[in-house]
């Protein structure tokens, strides 16, 4: 059974950088036609997605967020990392990663974890 | 980006119908899915490309897509079915959209 488990700092500082990890299991990140995506939730406020790293290695991501994120994986190791910089109280939400199928429906999520900006 | 519209709650009572629209301009050309977030959770998928259901899902939850509206449909609505309900679509420019969400509450 595919499993995803994100993991991070839970503060971080205004201005720096937002790092997050998301362990895959049950799965290979790698080949086949899945895509991996990041998504976050303010508190108290709906689902905004971050960017996905599209199957074919091509990187796509929110145009409000495109110049402070990047996406990447290793599949060395099964994960996929979410790096936001500059971060702002903003920024402050629950962050999501998730299996995106073929048609674009994410399938699976992992449980999420909190992340703090603040000083 | 595209926009997609929700009410921001729609209230049922047990073993009735609850029925979620999703607006969007021409959103009968997309494919939606649809997505239950309950309280400290993350979200399930429910719906995917309009209909579909995926397994372990119950076949209570149904979906249906034409014009500028697509709708989340819950039959015989329970308890557990308390939660956020969110559709979403990857648009033609790579972009994914989530609506606003929709508090389901049964009465």
New interface residues.
């Given amino acids: 059974q595919l499993q995803l488990q994100e993991s991070g700092a839970g503060l971080v500082r205004p201005s720096q950088t937002l790092s997050l990890t998301c362990a895959v299991s049950g799965g290979s990140i790698s080949g086949g036609t899945y895509s991996w ?1 990041w ?1 976050r939730q303010p508190p108290g406020q ?4 971050i960017g ?1 790293l ?1 199957h074919s290695g091509h990187t ?1 991501y ?2 409000p967020l495109r110049s402070r994120v990047t996406i990447s994986a290793d599949g060395s190791s099964n994960r996929v990392s979410l790096n936001l910089t500059s971060v702002t109280a903003a920024d402050t939400a629950l962050y ?1 990663c998730a299996r995106m ?1 073929p ?5 699976a ?4 974890a909190l992340v703090t900006v603040s000083s | ?1 595209y926009v997609l519209t929700q009410p921001p709650s729609v209230s049922v009572a047990p073993g009735q119908t609850a029925r979620i629209p999703c607006g969007g301009n021409n959103i009968g050309s997309k ?1 939606v ?1 649809w ?1 239950q ?1 309950k309280p400290g ?5 429910v719906v ?2 309009d209909s579909d259901r ?1 397994s372990g899902i119950p076949d209570r939850f149904s979906g249906s897509n034409s014009g500028n509206t697509a709708t989340l449909t819950i039959s015989s609505v329970e308890a557990g079915d308390e939660a956020d309900y ?1 559709c ?3 648009d033609a420019y ?8 929709t508090q389901v509450s049964v009465l």
């Fill in positions: 995506g998504i709906g689902l905004q997605w996905y599209y796509y929110n145009a999501f199928a048609m674009g429906s994410f399938d999520w992992g449980q999420g | 980006s494919s899915n997505y977030q959770q993350a979200p399930v998928l995917y490309d995926p969110y979403q679509v990857w790579n972009d994914h959209d989530f609506g606003p969400g």
